[in-house]
């Protein structure tokens, strides 16, 4: 999408990725929403100024995209990249108000995250048979620090040896804006890391991503993608099966089993406790159990 008329989207773009350190794939969305943007500014109002956006420029184009079926939750993304994209205007002095005062973000339907039950996770692990090759044994290892630690898909793709702490028995997780946290590992967690970074093929040291093919080359995440779907198919029917669902499953069964909120929130890595209050629903079966255990009735 062709930002010609407008540099300081670049210079924007730049400021997220090398002064908020924001991962690649997040800068990435922010350049697409701001060329849809500007691609729509320049094809209806022929080339304004940055000064002269309206608000009232901006919600012809959110109307134009309800048109067009976006999703709500689509919608209140593109909002907020504008609003930081004008705000870091203001801080450069180049505008002194921001058209997106008025500009509402539309109300979406908070769906609850979807998750693998407690007993297909255990059948998970129990049960399917994995392949005794190097690739049976990627593919088992993985799903069990998915469920184990509740990290993402970058976080996992990206884990390089030197992040095991063996002594404090521990991950050391590069986040979100490269934050840091540490997330506890069981002793059996720990074992099977350090068995199968023993005995990597082709592998030079510490600084080695932990996770790679027969061959001693690392994961693409499209790959990881694949092999979690492939697996939660045979012990799931979640229409959505993916490496969040994993981690999903981590929270909500760590808060059905009575973590404390905060405490998700930093294995989480979350930077607001909002995102966590999501996983403080209950599953059906948690409920009845709570109510034949405490209702004199029940």
């Known amino acids: ?40 500014l320049t094809s209806r109002f022929d080339v304004p100024s940055l000064e002269n956006i309206s608000s009232s420029f901006i919600r012809s184009w959110l109307a134009e995209l309800k048109e067009e079926n976006i999703s709500s939750k689509s919608i209140g993304r593109k909002i907020s990249a504008l609003k930081s994209f004008f705000k870091f205007l203001m801080k450069q002095d180049i505008i002194h108000k921001t058209p997106m005062g008025t500009v509402a973000v539309p109300k979406s339907n908070k769906r609850l995250p979807a ?55 521990n991950l050391k997780v590069l986040g979100k804006g490269n934050k840091e946290r540490i997330i506890p590992l069981q002793k059996d967690m720990l074992s099977e890391l350090q068995s199968y970074i023993a005995e990597k093929p082709f592998t030079s040291g510490e600084n080695e991503k932990v996770f790679v093919n027969s061959k001693g080359k690392p994961l693409y995440p ?64 948690r409920l009845k159990e709570i109510f034949k255990k405490a209702h004199p009735k029940a």
């Open 115 to 169: 998750f693998v039950e407690q007993q297909h996770i255990q059948t998970l692990f129990d049960h399917v048979d994995f392949t005794a090759d190097w690739k049976g044994r990627t593919e088992r290892l993985i799903l069990l620090l998915f469920y184990s630690t509740g990290m993402r898909l970058s976080e996992l793709i990206n884990l390089k040896e030197k992040q095991i702490d063996a002594p404090y028995s």
């Open 1 to 40: 999408m062709s930002l010609t008329h407008y540099p300081q989207v670049q210079s924007f773009l730049d400021y997220l990725k090398f002064e908020k350190r924001y991962s690649e794939n997040t800068v990435i969305s922010y350049q697409n929403d701001l060329g849809q943007f500007f691609a729509f």
């Open 222 to 285: 499209k790959y990881v993608y694949n092999l979690v779907k492939k697996n939660l198919s045979l012990v799931s029917t979640l229409e959505k099966k993916s490496p969040h669902v994993l981690r999903h499953t981590f929270a909500t069964h760590l808060m059905n089993n009575g973590a404390e909120l905060n405490a998700v929130k930093e294995l989480l890595g979350h930077s607001s406790l909002a995102s966590t209050q999501v996983y403080t629903h209950n599953t059906i079966g």
